[in-house]
């Protein structure tokens, strides 16, 4: 079964730092698009960052300078790390395997989401 | 940015009739070069995460119920449920991926009436 699963979320204080993972199964992430978005209690879906099979990455304006996507290819994972936190950085953050060209660029699956919260 | 603005923000329709959701980019979404609408409809149920229904506007994933639809063009765009079940209350999301960064449209929540 192809699916995502993510985990790492958790408490930190602003100003900190934590990395999230994203394994992946039924498929190989350097083979593909990877993709982070990340939803805002209460809120609606945001994209944050997404990294190409040639390795190429690519960040929203909101996190550029402080988030680095990357894979390790031996276990077949995709990691976030978030420093410098902000309170606004607060959110479930999502895994998604694309964008899949060829299916309109568009993101499955979708993992369970791992919650960070980021407060004193 | 492309700007995606759904509308309506809430809706609530009685079972067994048609829900219709819309959804307006800032933008044409339209690729010349093949002629497909990159924009795609997501469903949220509650703690749920999203999960892809619709691609290249009118395209159902596989697995997806047939009462599904999705339709329009350039920058207007439309997710139909023919006949609503009771399983198909969830936040419904329009996303395009025709420019970095992609870009959501609000969410527009279906309830039952």
């Known amino acids: 079964e192809v699916q995502v699963v993510e985990s790492g979320g958790g408490l930190v204080q602003p100003g900190g730092s934590l990395r999230v993972s994203c394994a992946a199964y039924?498929?190989?992430?350097?083979?593909?698009?990877m993709t982070w978005v990340r939803q805002a209690p209460g809120k609606g879906l945001q994209w944050v960052s997404v990294i190409y099979s040639d390795g190429s990455t690519y960040y929203a304006d909101s996190v550029k300078g402080r988030f680095t996507i990357s894979r390790d290819n031996s276990k077949n994972t995709v990691y976030l790390q978030m420093n410098t936190l902000r309170t606004e950085d607060t959110a479930v953050y999502y895994c998604a395997r694309g964008p899949k060209t060829t299916a309109g660029n568009s993101l499955d699956p979708w993992g369970q989401g791992t919650l960070v919260t980021v407060s004193s | 940015d492309i700007v995606m603005t759904q509308s309506p923000d809430s809706l609530a329709v009685s079972l067994g009739e048609r829900a219709t959701i819309n959804c307006k980019s800032s933008q044409s979404v339209l690729y010349s070069s093949d002629n497909k609408n990159y924009l795609a409809w997501y469903q949220q149920k509650t703690g749920e995460s999203p999960k892809l229904l619709i691609y290249w506007a009118s395209t159902r994933e596989s697995g997806v119920p047939d009462r599904f639809s999705g339709s329009g063009s350039g920058t207007d765009f439309t997710l139909t449920i023919s006949s609503l079940q009771a399983e198909d209350v969830a936040v419904y999301h329009c996303q395009q991926y025709y420019t970095t960064p992609p870009t959501f449209g609000q969410g527009t929540r279906l309830e039952i009436k």
């Open positions: 039924g498929f190989t992430v350097s083979a593909n698009y």
